[in-house]
């Protein structure tokens, strides 16, 4: 039998992983107000969809930017020929001003150090392409989102070894978690090339403190290594802070155009913000000329679809839209923010403070039999196929403590919502009593060698291959 | 008996003295293939480009594959069907929104099925396409280094028949690590690849200690311009299953046969194999760059006879997914079948209309080209106006078609040809009086020749 690669055999593509399970549950039974109001809510979709309507109304206003007509007049063929890899000029340009407006115009942002790809799933794996050889790691703070096991490992043959951050000071990244995942690393005979942070976080919804981004800046510049920031929820702060990029920390430690500045690589994209992951927009913003060019050519891979850049240069250009667009957006997802946190809140569970992003992330070790993963197995199986909701376990982004949930507000109605945290809020009374009895009969101590504990609830990314996983 | 080297992993350490954190290899290396003469050909005509009014003395691009002959037809055919402009729909764009969150890795039923209905309508039905079957990339350029991580491991090799596409170089190499053996076609036999050659190139391989994996093929052939026999495709199969490997065929100009009845698609052979062992092996590789016209919308697929690869591959397209809007407004263009066959047709009819011309005016010139049949080039032969037959001597003429007759062409050398003397000549990229131009040019300039 003629065989495949060694990427096709290994689980690389990550999607043995809840994260998708819980997608493929999803599918199965998807809810519907009117066709199928018992079905799933998805919630584990980190969709912004509380915007679009600002969007639709612009696109009515502005007819020319989607049917390839320039000033009424048809550029279809300029548009279907272009597939130069440095991108449409004029829709960079748009984009390194978006990116300046969201960071209230305080950084620059260089048309000519922008590479697109086709999201930022492609952006980042083209930086690791360009900045590791295989067998080569970055450190990633947990939890993190859990798509980088694939992005930035599957077909680099890059390693992943974790930041460990605990909830005993908001999952915040302390010096001593730098110091001791370099030294794991090491430890593991492995060359660190960088560390990879998302700002604002997924899965935690919150951004990172300028005492954290100094600390990565000081941090990279003693090890001498790089620094990748995907900051693809920039634009949806909206906690009373403001969003500080590591562009500012840059700035304001005055290392703008040093050696150390070369080392520091944003990553973005549409898809949030913007609510537009079917288009396919990401970007890589680099001040390394060797990188920029490199990540150019590699971009032949994943180009943005002329049609599409055309598109969103004319609607990132309407400054009266982006600036109307961003204040907007904010304020909705503030107050769905809101409505997720009261309505979990009312059932008894808490969440991390956030300020940020299209999810919360959220606290229900109480609801756990054991401090265990199986137990938040146990517990996220209740909760989809029982409660009907598809929420990301904790476990499924690396988080080191069992009980931790992301769940997401920004890819429903207000009535899902409020359906969603009905049944959230039933399944909790119901298992407060349940509870309460199962306890003093206190059988439910679980044997670690449970066949139902799946291999990728344990997986931590940066070990060997355990054997069975060929 | 020396000490073997040992190689550090990370050997560009040496400069850690200059606190230098070094790139990948991959990112310094220049697999990228962007310093060969193809790409600097590109250069001088970027710096100085012809136009028939504001530089008619400029270069004339004739080192681009792209077909322009047939936009007309494209453009008239989405005016009429959506006269209002919007995309999603009237008034105000609904659909839009579904649209723009749709990026689901399995692509667009609509346009899955719009696409297989295209390639079957190609091969005048004589293959039958299951959308299921369907995989989408931002391009063929994605298509082929996403099946050959794969098909195969950094180190193994792919056999490619020479003379071949510059691109393939980047493309099933630069980032996969995989390495390209070539199976070496010459003129003798019209650069047909023969049992002979096919062997030579795995005993190659082999003897280097290099795992193959596959053969790919470009059917019709880029930069030849000519389609492969149906004998060889079988021949080509009957190897792969021999030596079980893969085969990979780009079919990307399919649909720019001049005449369809001349096109075998390894798709018709394997159509009538029932042994699932065979079929596995098989992988077809689509774009709508060259037969639409389309190279900016990024639309590219692979189609696999295979689960196993389909599956991952669909996968893996999530770092190169195709745009939610352009499947959208190309998925009813595709499916309309009345347009789709009418569009094929007269595609056709002016490509072949352009190669004739091109050809006739060559021969005039005292030209002869290979005999084609399909694509957006010929395949012209100058071996006899080189002074040495060495890739220097061609590079050399190449520099003065370049600089003398402001003409871009492709030295067969980029294209890996073993042969001297050969170019590729676009046609389809430029106005007929563009291409009237340009064989002016080369008139002249064999006259010029033939006077000393």
């Not at chain 1, 999810?359 to 265990?372: E, K, P, S």
């Not at chain 2, 199969?237 to 009845?261: M, P, T």
């Not at chain 2, 596995?280 to 006879?305: M, N, Q, W």
């Not at chain 2, 007759?405 to 106005?431: D, Q, Y």
Request: glycine share 6%; proline share 4%.
């Amino acid at each position: 039998m003629k065989q495949l690669s060694t990427k096709v055999t290994s689980n690389g593509h990550g999607q043995d992983s809840s994260y998708f399970l819980g997608w493929e549950e999803y599918e199965k039974n998807p809810y519907d107000e009117i066709t199928n109001p018992n079905g799933m809510i998805q919630m584990g979709l980190a969709e912004n969809q509380l915007c679009f309507d600002l969007i639709e109304s612009w696109l009515a206003k502005n007819p020319d930017a989607a049917s390839l007509k320039r000033n009424g007049q048809s550029i279809f063929k300029e548009l279907a020929l272009f597939q130069d890899y440095h991108g449409m000029p004029e829709f960079k340009k748009a984009m390194a001003e978006f990116m300046e407006e969201i960071r209230g115009n305080r950084v620059t942002f260089d048309p000519k150090k922008i590479v697109l790809a086709a999201g930022s799933t492609s952006a980042n794996e083209t930086l690791i392409f360009c900045l590791a050889e295989p067998g080569d790691a970055f450190l990633l703070p947990t939890p993190y989102y859990p798509g980088f096991d694939r992005d930035l490992k599957w077909r680099t043959g890059a390693e992943i070894v974790p930041i460990h951050c605990s909830s005993s000071n908001g999952f915040q990244i302390t010096e001593a978690a730098l110091q001791q995942a370099y030294q794991q690393a090491q430890k593991l005979d492995l060359k660190v090339k960088g560390v990879l942070v998302t700002n604002p976080s997924n899965p935690l919804g919150t951004a990172l403190t300028r005492r954290e981004l100094n600390l990565l800046v000081d941090f990279i510049t003693s090890k001498n290594i790089h620094l990748i920031s995907d900051e693809i929820y920039s634009g949806t702060m909206f906690g009373f802070e403001q969003f500080i990029s590591v562009m500012d920390v840059l700035k304001d430690k005055k290392l703008e155009n040093t050696e150390v500045s070369k080392r520091v690589h944003v990553v973005y994209s549409l898809s949030k913000d913007l609510g537009l992951p079917g288009f396919r927009v990401g970007a890589i913003y680099s001040n390394d000329e060797m990188i920029v060019s490199a990540a150019t050519k590699m971009s032949s891979f994943g180009l943005v679809s002329s049609q599409t850049q055309y598109l969103l240069s004319a609607l990132l250009s309407d400054k009266k839209f982006t600036s109307q667009y961003l204040e907007e957006n904010q304020k909705r997802l503030k107050s769905r923010q809101r409505r997720l946190v009261s309505g979990l809140e009312a059932a008894g569970i808490t969440s991390l403070r956030s300020n940020a992003g299209l999810f919360c992330w959220v606290d229900m070790r109480h609801l756990l039999d054991t401090n265990t993963f199986e137990a938040e197995l146990e517990l996220w199986k209740k909760i989809v196929y029982n409660v009907k909701l598809n929420i990301s376990p904790g476990s499924s982004c690396h988080c080191t403590e069992p009980g931790w949930f992301r769940v997401c507000f920004a890819n429903m109605s207000e009535d899902t919502l409020d359906l969603a945290l009905k049944r959230l809020k039933t399944f909790v009374e119901s298992t407060d009593c349940g509870r309460m009895i199962s306890r003093s009969s206190h059988e439910r101590l679980k044997s670690l060698r449970k066949k139902t504990v799946s291999n990728w609830v344990f997986r931590v990314s940066w070990s060997d291959r355990v054997p069975d996983e060929r | 008996m020396g000490l073997p080297l040992m190689i550090e992993r990370s050997s560009n350490n040496n400069n850690n003295n200059n606190n230098v954190v070094e790139l990948s290899r991959v990112a310094v290396s220049d697999t990228h293939g962007e310093d060969s003469p193809y790409f600097a050909g590109w250069k001088a005509y970027d710096e100085n480009p012809y136009d028939e009014t504001h530089n008619p003395s400029g270069v004339i691009q004739m080192g681009l594959a792209e077909n322009q002959v047939s936009f007309d037809l494209l453009e008239t055919y989405l005016e009429k069907k959506n006269p209002e402009g919007s995309m999603w729909g009237s008034k105000g764009a609904p659909g839009f929104r579904e649209n723009a969150l749709f990026q689901d890795y399995h692509g667009l039923k609509t346009f899955r099925q719009a696409m297989a209905s295209f390639m079957e309508q190609i091969r005048g039905g004589k293959a039958r396409f299951d959308p299921d079957r369907i995989v989408l990339t931002a391009g063929a350029t994605a298509a082929n280094e996403l099946l050959t991580f794969i098909l195969a491991d950094p180190n193994d090799a792919l056999l490619v028949p020479t003379p071949y596409y510059p691109g393939f170089d980047r493309d099933l190499r630069w980032r996969t690590g995989v390495k390209i053996v070539p199976i070496h076609c010459d003129s003798s036999n019209n650069f047909q690849i023969t049992p002979e050659a096919l062997e030579s190139a795995y005993q190659t391989a082999r003897d280097a200690n290099i795992r193959v994996r596959g053969v790919l093929i470009t059917n019709p052939s880029n930069p030849l311009g000519a389609t492969v026999q149906k004998k060889v495709l079988e021949d080509l199969l009957d190897f792969c299953v021999r030596k079980n490997i893969h085969l990979v065929s780009d079919e990307i100009y399919s649909g720019s046969v001049f005449h369809a009845s001349e096109f075998t698609s390894v798709a018709e052979i394997v159509e009538n194999i029932d042994d699932v062992s065979v079929k596995e092996r098989v992988h077809i590789v689509y774009s709508l760059s060259k037969d639409l016209g389309l190279p900016g919308f990024r639309v590219g697929t692979i189609y696999s006879y295979n689960d196993n690869v389909v599956r991952t591959a669909r996968r893996m397209s999530s770092f190169t997914l195709v745009s939610s809007q352009t499947q959208h407004m190309l998925a009813s263009m595709l499916s309309d079948v009345e347009f789709t066959e009418k569009y094929i047709r007269i595609n056709r009819e002016r490509l072949r209309r352009r190669y004739e011309t091109i050809v006739e005016g060559l021969k005039k010139a005292g030209i002869e080209c290979l005999k084609g049949n399909a694509g957006l080039f010929c395949w012209m032969n100058l071996g006899f106006l080189l002074e040495k037959k060495t890739k220097d001597g061609e590079l050399q003429l190449w520099d003065v078609i370049l600089k003398e007759l402001k003409l871009n062409i492709s030295p067969g050398t980029s294209c890996h040809c073993s042969e001297f003397g050969w170019f590729r000549v676009c046609f389809a990229n430029m106005s007929e009086n563009t291409l009237e131009i340009a064989l002016k040019r080369i008139h002249e300039f064999m006259d010029r020749r033939r006077k000393f």
